[in-house]
């Protein structure tokens, strides 16, 4: 239900009108979250982010009947790899530092829910070789990178649909 750009606090946000309408369904059978980017782009309190995304993590489990085996976390991109960061002459060190502190954060929260975490982390930060891993906005992972994500997801998240 996420949509590009969004913040945990405009997920929490459409996710609270999405109940309202009743247009979210009462059971996925798996449920995944990613989040985080577009706070520590934002310079979002890091404790915020922290309670934010620990909500979503509770309601990703809710979503998924109350089973955290069927949920999983991928962590947070790398975009300081990427055109658009050295375009915006971005402190591209900062970033990564920022992302991995965020990382540690979801991480951190995921096991303490015992809910299955992807790092992804690594895969994005090849763009800065790979330029084949970021789409033509210079931004965005490619559909190469995707499926590098997938490749490392797939055989985990296939048991967790088969249990």
Same mark, same amino acid.
């Given at each position: 239900? %996420?949509?590009?750009?969004?913040?945990?606090?405009?997920?929490?946000? %459409?996710?609270?009108?999405?109940?309202?309408?009743?247009?979210? =369904?009462?059971?996925?059978?798996?449920?995944?979250?990613?989040?985080?980017?577009?706070?520590?782009?934002?310079?979002?309190?890091?404790?915020?982010?922290?309670?934010?995304?620990? =909500?979503?993590?509770?309601?990703?489990?809710?979503?998924?009947?109350?089973?955290?085996?069927?949920?999983?976390?991928?962590? #947070?991109?790398?975009?300081?790899?990427?055109?658009?960061?050295?375009?915006?002459?971005?402190?591209?060190? =900062?970033?990564?530092?920022? #992302?991995?502190?965020?990382?540690?954060?979801?991480?951190? #929260?995921?096991?303490?829910?015992?809910?299955?975490?992807?790092? #992804?982390?690594?895969?994005?930060?090849?763009?800065?070789?790979?330029?084949?891993?970021? %789409?033509?906005?210079?931004?965005?992972?490619?559909?190469?990178?995707?499926?590098?994500?997938?490749?490392?997801? %797939?055989?985990?998240?296939?048991?967790?649909?088969?249990?």
């Amino acid at each position: 239900m %996420a949509k590009t750009g969004w913040t945990c606090e405009e997920l929490l946000t %459409a996710i609270r009108l999405a109940e309202q309408r009743k247009d979210l =369904k009462q059971k996925y059978d798996i449920v995944s979250l990613l989040i985080g980017v577009n706070d520590q782009y934002d310079g979002e309190d890091s404790t915020k982010y922290e309670q934010r995304f620990e =909500k979503l993590l509770q309601k990703a489990i809710s979503l998924a009947a109350k089973d955290a085996s069927k949920v999983f976390v991928i962590s #947070i991109p790398d975009y300081g790899m990427t055109d658009f960061a050295k375009s915006k002459n971005l402190d591209t060190q =900062k970033i990564a530092s920022e #992302i991995d502190y965020y990382n540690r954060i979801n991480k951190q #929260i995921s096991l303490k829910y015992k809910v299955k975490y992807f790092d #992804i982390t690594p895969i994005s930060r090849k763009a800065a070789q790979d330029k084949t891993l970021i %789409a033509s906005d210079g931004l965005h992972p490619s559909g190469q990178m995707y499926k590098e994500w997938v490749d490392l997801m %797939a055989k985990d998240v296939m048991k967790m649909l088969n249990k």
